[in-house]
């Protein structure tokens, strides 16, 4: 009878010991599914924080949607809201005065310029100059004056390459004409470019790998063209230019 006791003792501590395990192993599995739960609510707390915060403006507000238009064209981080950028262009030309909606317009054209579809009629060129291969282009010299230091800027050329300007810096000269200095993007040497805009002509040059090349625009028409078809060697004086 006390060896039967005894065991049923033992069995009992037995059992004990295995539902204290057990209760420990659900104990576990259970902090461990809660901190889950936590680090997954954290972490898209945190995410929707940050879609936020991406979508709202200096002030904490939510973006309105023709900031988030301007997000999606500008990465210039010098200018990170219509605010900035406007207040800038004020300070840079006084007499240039667009809407928010006329800007973004403005710097969703990735061009400078584009090929006109036939040869403008107002261009002073001889007859011999309006074949020589120079390019035709329309050009929107609004286009050129929101440009600020760290935009980029297309300048496509037919035939020879689109190359990327990044503007460097802007020189301001008198009658409200302002130059844009900057430099090519992803070349293997540096190549630099500027563009000037006065009252109602706009000027280029372009240093590439392939040569030097040089934009006239008259009220917004002109042209693109190779330096060297331009200056042509005198055949009867071999060192001058005609």
Known sequence: MNSYRTGILVLLAAMAGLFFLWSQHQSSLTNTTINNSADTTATSTIKSLEHQTSSANFSGQPATPLQQRYQAISDNSQYPDIAARQNALRKQNPAVQITDEQLIDLLSERNAWRTAAEMPANLPL???????????????????????????????????????????????????????????????????????????????????????????????TGWVSSSSTLFKPNQDHPTDIV
């Open 126 to 220: 001889t007859e011999e100059e309006k074949n020589d291969g120079r390019e035709f282009i329309e050009l929107n010299p609004q286009r050129l004056n929101v440009l600020l230091p760290g935009d980029e800027l297309e300048l496509p050329i037919s035939g020879v390459a689109d190359y990327t300007l990044v503007i460097d810096r802007i020189e301001h000269q008198a009658h409200n004409t302002i130059t844009w200095h900057g430099h090519l993007k992803n070349t293997d040497e540096p190549m630099y470019a500027s563009l000037t805009q006065g009252e109602s002509i706009s000027l280029g040059g372009i240093d590439t790998t392939r040569g030097h090349y040089l934009i006239q625009a008259n009220d917004g």
